[in-house]
């Protein structure tokens, strides 16, 4: 699947591996939140990049302890209505201070793009035939927003008291 990035397709060097796939001896490879803690120990072993996918019933919490030891955190949305997955990539940003790439995967539209994005989400992956640019144009459609951000843009309440001020 296409992988998008600042609105932009990218090349994705990691490789996804069932539960019951060999692990390969090099390689970044992403494993399911089961097998990472049935496999811990040789896991960690690998000297090549690890990222580990989350279901949304797992909590970011779950994996806090283990944070540094990842380069990536997949995270899921198994429902378009499913929000737990803008939760968790927010933890892991400002509550865990998880500095890797955050990859959103599932049933995500392209409105919902700018909003992962200001909860922290790196990538999202996208389906086949995906038209990339209109996932880029909904990156520039709102540019204002009333929640804050773990970006570097301010909600509207602080804009509105910053332009009072400068009255």
């Keep these: 699947m296409p992988l998008i990035e600042n609105g932009r397709a990218v090349a994705d060097a990691w490789v996804s591996l069932a539960d019951d796939a060999a692990l390969p001896a090099d390689g970044p490879v992403i494993v399911s939140f089961a097998r990472w803690q049935a496999e811990r120990d040789a896991l960690l072993a690998r000297s090549a990049p690890l990222g580990v996918r989350l279901p949304s019933t797992v909590p970011a919490g779950a994996i806090?302890?283990?944070?540094?030891?990842?380069?990536?955190?997949?995270?899921?949305?198994?429902?378009?209505?499913?929000?737990?997955?803008?939760?968790?990539?927010?933890?892991?940003?400002?509550?865990?201070g998880f500095q890797g790439e955050i990859r959103a995967v599932g049933n995500?539209?392209?409105?919902?793009?700018?909003?992962?994005?200001?909860?922290?989400?790196?990538?999202?992956?996208?389906?086949?035939?995906?038209?990339?640019?209109?996932?880029?144009?909904?990156?520039?459609?709102?540019?204002?927003?009333?929640?804050?951000?773990?970006?570097?843009?301010?909600?509207?309440?602080?804009?509105?008291?910053?332009?009072v001020a400068a009255a």
Excluded: H
């Design 64 to 96: 806090a302890p283990d944070l540094e030891r990842f380069a990536l955190v997949v995270v899921e949305f198994p429902k378009f209505r499913d929000g737990r997955g803008f939760t968790t990539a927010r933890e892991l940003r400002e509550r865990w």
């Design 108 to 163: 995500i539209i392209a409105d919902q793009y700018p909003l992962l994005v200001r909860c922290g989400a790196s990538t999202v992956e996208v389906p086949e035939g995906t038209d990339v640019e209109t996932w880029a144009r909904t990156l520039n459609t709102v540019t204002i927003a009333y929640q804050a951000s773990v970006g570097v843009d301010e909600p509207l309440a602080l804009l509105r008291r910053k332009v």
